[in-house]
């Protein structure tokens, strides 16, 4: 009887693809990496290795600063802990991008040139690409169900996008300019 069991699992296992990621010809050819349950994102700045990652689809922005060996020790923490959601999921195709303390230290420096009532220091600014739900509903005229549009069109490569991907209209973006980054 384990006879026959075993002939029918040898005859099923012939008809069946390869689907492994070695074998990229036969791999979904389609959809990719992303349909094994993969997806690649770039991570720079100050990390202690940047460069593309390939994780798992759900893994967060935590895991990708793991997968880079963490930050560098002139991070800027304050980016980190005020902006930056470790706990973001990462998409296919995101980039994370971790600014130096130096680059925090020239935006202050600049921005205090600039008369305060005209000028936006870039911590206050919010990043479309990876501001929560909540922190992209703390904009005016962005409400929950605009919040969710943003979130699932990025990533952006510039603020125009907003406006070509039929999220926000071009007034709006004109009024939040001077709120949001990338």
Do not use: H, W
Not at 93 to 110: C, L, R, T, W
Not at 139 to 150: F, T
């Amino acid at each position: 009887m384990a006879g026959v069991a075993v002939r029918s699992l040898v005859a099923s296992s012939q008809t069946l693809e390869c689907f492994c990621p070695s074998c990229s010809e036969m791999a979904f050819p389609n959809k990719g990496a992303e349909s094994l349950g993969l997806i690649r994102v770039d991570v720079a700045g100050a990390v202690k290795k940047p460069g593309i990652y390939q994780l798992e689809i759900g893994q967060r922005v935590a895991d990708l600063v793991a997968s880079a060996s963490g930050f560098t020790k002139d991070a800027d923490q304050a980016y980190v802990a005020k902006t930056l959601n470790l706990a973001t999921e990462l998409k296919n195709q995101d980039k994370i991008y971790i600014p130096f303390q130096s680059e925090g230290e020239n935006a202050s420096k600049s921005a205090s040139l600039v008369p305060s009532s005209s000028s936006v220091s870039n911590s206050n600014l919010i990043s479309i690409n990876q501001a929560s739900s909540t922190q992209l509903q703390g904009l005016s005229g962005v409400g929950e169900v605009k919040a969710q549009s943003i979130i699932d069109n990025r990533p952006y490569s510039n603020l125009e996008e907003l406006v070509s991907k039929g999220v926000l209209s071009e007034k709006l973006l004109a009024d939040l300019k001077a709120q949001i980054s990338l």
